[in-house]
Each structure stands twice: as C-alpha cells, then as structure tokens.
C-alpha cells in the first residue's frame, strides 16, 4: 500500500514538472475603439467580462488537458462568434446594403499553413470554414460564392444570411448611413471602423496558433476586405517568433503589415514581443493614424496585448500564473 501511494505520488511531482516545463498559454480579443466605461452599463460590462471569461477559460481548459492550440483557437473564437456583443458570426455588423458580409483566417505557427475566407454569408462559423480551407484545400484564400461552394464540400453548416440580424447593429447602420450623407469624413467615428475577435495559443507541444473572425466595416460596400483575412496583416504565426491576432482600421493594418511585422521584430531583431508589439502599435500605426491593437503569444507562453484605442475587449490565462480579463486602457 505504501509502495502504491509513494509511486502516486511521485507521479503527481513529474506530472507537475513536466507541465511546469512546457508553457501554455491562450489570450483572446473582441475588438478594439472607443471603449469608456462612462458610456458602458454596469449590466452590459459584467455581460462582456462573463463572455470573454468563458471563452478564455474554456481555451485554456482545452489547453491544460493536452489539446491543441489550433483546437483551443477555434473552440474560443466559435464562443465568440455566438454572441451578438461581438462584430463576428452572430453580432456581425451590416453591409451598406442591408447584409453581412463575413472574414476570418487562421494561421499555424508549426507548418506555416494557413487558411482564410471573405465575404461569406452563409456560412455558420466563418473560422470553422478557415480552417477547412487550410486542411482541406489547396489554397490559402477563397472568397464569396466561391467560398460557400466549397463550404458545402467540406459539410460545414449553411445557415440564411438573416441569421446574423440583430436590432443594435442595424441602428449601428442607420447612423452610419446619416453620418455618410451629413459628411465625406463619416470613417473617421471609431464606432463604424471596428469590430473583430480573434486568439492565440501556445500548446503543451510548443506549437503556436493564430486566428481572426469578423464582420467587417459597418456600412461597408463595394466588397471592401479588412487586415481580418488577410495572412500577415489580421493574423499571423510562427514558431520561431510569435502569433499575432489584430483588431483595428484595418486599412492601416494592412498597409503596414501588422501581425506579421510584430513576429519579423521578434525573429530577427531578438525583441521581446513587448517590444516588438509597443513599436509597431505606437511607433508605426499611430504616427500615421492607424487605430486598433492586437494579442501576442510568444513561444514561452508570454502575453502582451498593446493597443492604441480607449479601449479593447481581452482576456489572457497562462499556466505560469496569467489570469486576467480587461476592457479599459486603464485596466
């Protein structure tokens, strides 16, 4: 009996060192702008906590059980795309002409595969369709219709594109629609620019993972693209640097190359994702009037969260003792 407890036991110490050993860590966002807790109610701010507190414990939960960091990614941002308080599935914004139009990508830091859809309408989870397109095709993007088709393949749920309504988006719409007609500068209210969700995630393998979902620019049209879906400025991950999920004017994002600057700082300057991150959210974008922030995970399970706005919706858990969620720059 005392041979059996000893090894239970010793067991018990291994699996603590081991785990000790091999860092994880997940850090999630629901979009980034003018976030002021003078404008939230009591009542809308603890509903915006308990969604990212869900979301992130259940990331890590998936993580601290042996489960993969593309696994805890997509289990996290399909939460997030549940919920109507967030610019992404069912809270997507509208479309100019009445509709949502939806982005997403991920990106694996391991094998550098990625996948990423736009302007999808359809589609359930638009960061389920993402991945297919990384496993399942041999591309990396596909858009539209296109997009749809090959969702129905691949036997991901079709859904109609009314799904996606919801009455504080469309007054979202209305306004924007006033703003337009009242003046040429209507993008400049932070209110119509964002709006993303996005995670990253360091596995007990060592492997990180990046992935974004959105609906994109209220009252956008002409089929305007963000950084959301686009590899190296939305999303990003290697593991030989870091993994980056981006939420901002996503113009800006795109130009500059976001995500993918922030691991390129890390990889071949040595920085830390502090820096790396610091620099190009307040050193780049904000000079030149690019808005927004975004998640870093290194390959030590370090989190940084860098972003430029009043506000960003984002929580963290690592098994190195990082427990947070935070809405409020002050924070």
């Not at 239970?8 to 999630?28: E, G, K, R, T, Y």
């Amino acid at each position: 009996m005392l041979i059996k407890t000893f090894i239970i036991i010793f067991l018990a110490i291994v699996s603590h060192i081991v785990s000790a050993a091999q860092p994880f860590a997940i850090a999630i966002h629901g979009g980034a702008g003018t976030i002021l807790k003078s404008s939230m109610t009591p009542e809308l701010e603890a509903q915006y906590r308990k969604k990212l507190d869900d979301a992130k414990q259940r990331g890590y939960s998936i993580l601290s059980s042996g489960g993969t960091s593309e696994q805890a990614v997509l289990s996290v941002i399909k939460i997030l795309e549940d919920s109507p308080l967030f610019n992404a599935g069912i809270g997507a914004v509208y479309t100019y002409e009445g509709q949502h139009e939806l982005d997403a990508s991920v990106m694996d830091g391991k094998s550098r595969m990625a996948g990423a859809i736009t302007g999808v309408k359809t589609v359930r989870h638009p960061i389920e369709l993402a991945s297919a397109v990384m496993h399942k095709s041999v591309h990396v993007m596909l858009s539209g219709s296109g997009a749809e088709n090959f969702a129905t393949t691949v036997g991901l749920e079709q859904i109609d594109n009314s799904i996606f309504n919801t009455k504080r988006r469309f007054e979202s719409l209305q306004r924007a629609k006033a703003k337009m007609k009242a003046s040429a500068n209507w993008l400049k209210n932070e209110d119509f620019r964002y709006g993303t969700v996005g995670a990253v995630a360091l596995d007990k393998f060592g492997n990180l993972f990046a992935g974004t979902s959105t609906g994109g620019m209220t009252a956008k049209r002409w089929g305007r693209i963000g950084d959301s879906p686009i590899i190296g400025a939305g999303t990003f991950a290697d593991n030989k640097s870091c993994a980056v999920s981006a939420t901002g004017h996503g113009e800006f994002f795109i130009r500059f190359n976001v995500a993918s600057d922030i691991c390129a700082r890390v990889a071949y300057q040595g920085k830390s994702i502090k820096q790396a991150g610091d620099e190009v959210i307040f050193d780049v974008l904000e000079p030149v009037g690019g808005t927004g922030g975004v998640i870093i995970i290194d390959t030590k399970g370090n989190i940084h969260m860098p972003f430029n706005t009043a506000g960003m919706y984002r929580a963290a858990r690592s098994n190195n003792g990082v427990d947070k969620v935070l809405i409020y720059r002050e924070e």
